[in-house]
C-alpha cells in the first residue's frame, strides 16, 4: 500500500521558519518525482516545488528564494524548508508524487495545516 504522511505543518508567526515532512512507504522512492502543493481557501491548488530523482528544483514565483525543497532517499522522505514565512503562505499543504514519465501525480497525502500569523 502506497501512503504518504506529512508532518511538520502549525502555526508560526510572519518571519518565521517551518520545516514540512513526507514519508512515502510502499512506494520505490528514487524512481519518483516529490512535490509540494498547497491550497488556501477560496483559492486553487498550487504547485509549490518539486525535486526529481536527480535532484533537478522547480519553486512557484511566490516561494522562490524562500523555500526550498530536498530529499533524503534513505529515508524515504521529502522535506519543504520554509523561511520568511508571510501571511499569504496560510494553506493546507500537501505532499504528491509521481513516476517519471508519468503526467498525473499518482499519490497524495491528506495534508497539512500551516498558519502564519501577522
Known amino acids: 500500500q502506497v501512503q504518504l504522511v506529512e508532518s511538520g505543518g502549525g502555526l508560526v508567526q510572519a518571519g518565521g521558519s517551518l520545516r514540512l515532512s513526507c514519508a512515502a512507504s510502499?512506494?520505490?522512492?528514487?524512481?519518483?518525482?516529490m512535490a509540494w502543493f498547497r491550497q488556501a481557501p477560496g483559492k486553487e491548488r498550487e504547485l509549490a516545488a518539486y525535486?526529481?530523482?536527480?535532484?533537478?528544483?522547480y519553486y512557484a514565483d511566490s516561494v522562490k528564494g524562500r523555500f526550498a525543497i530536498s530529499r533524503d532517499n534513505a529515508k524515504n522522505t521529502v522535506y519543504l524548508q520554509m523561511n520568511s514565512l508571510k501571511p499569504e503562505d496560510t494553506a493546507v499543504y500537501y505532499c504528491?508524487?509521481?513516476?517519471?514519465?508519468?503526467?498525473?501525480?499518482?499519490?497524495w497525502g491528506q495534508g497539512t495545516q500551516v498558519t502564519v500569523s501577522s
Open positions: 504528491a508524487c509521481r513516476r517519471i514519465g508519468v503526467s498525473k501525480y499518482e499519490y
Open positions: 525535486i526529481s530523482s536527480g535532484g533537478t528544483t
Open positions: 510502499g512506494v520505490s522512492f528514487t524512481n519518483y518525482l
